[in-house]
């Protein structure tokens, strides 16, 4: 089965170009990636297929729901991490991930904890004291709260060090099984 597919996918911006005729199959259980230059579409695309962007003209799927009919649907299922993270700047880190988990049925406290210690996430600090690597180890334990069906990361490691990309992708290929 295919994860996500689409069809002639386009988003034009009136004179500017967003994304044109994209057609995509991702198949269930693989990792896909987009590789291409700043303004290339990478995110443009993502942001339609999350129907954050309304698309112009070709249709798209994601576990088999229309994109844009099923889009609520579809957010039960994923996880999200965009390439700007932005937060309410006052809030702490924990007060947002419990809100988080509150979005969602099948949520494990313990679970998100233990990703948290992995991510060395600190919970205790307001965002506005975060560095941007560590607003992203935030928007990274949002994503994966509910165990998701689907993970969409948009320069998921941008400002993360080393250590944390790493530390990163193995929990996500480790929530494979």
């Not at 948290?116 to 992203?136: A, F, I, T």
């Not at 400002?159 to 480790?174: A, C, M, S």
Request: hydrophobic share 30%; aromatic share 8%; glycine share 8%.
């Amino acid at each position: 089965m295919n994860i996500i597919e689409t069809n002639k996918l386009t988003k034009s911006y009136g004179k500017n170009r967003g994304i044109v005729d994209v057609n995509l199959q991702v198949k269930e259980g693989e990792i896909f990636g987009f590789v291409g230059p700043n303004g290339a579409g990478k995110s443009t695309t993502i942001r339609t297929l999350l129907n954050f962007n309304f698309p112009t003209s070709g249709y798209g799927t994601i576990l088999g729901k229309d994109i844009v009919k099923e889009s609520s649907e579809i957010k039960k299922y994923i996880g999200y991490v965009p390439s700007e993270v932005k937060f309410y700047d006052e809030s702490k880190v924990k007060d947002i991930i419990r809100y988080a988990e509150s979005f969602y049925e099948n949520t494990n406290k313990e679970d998100t904890d233990e990703l948290c210690k992995e991510l060395e996430v600190e919970l205790e600090k307001k965002m506005s004291e975060l560095s941007l690597g560590n607003k992203k180890k935030v928007a990274i334990v949002q994503a994966l709260i509910h165990n998701p069906k689907l993970l969409i990361l948009d320069e998921p490691t941008n400002g993360l060090d080393p250590l944390i990309q790493k530390k990163t992708f193995q929990y996500t290929r480790k929530t494979e099984s």
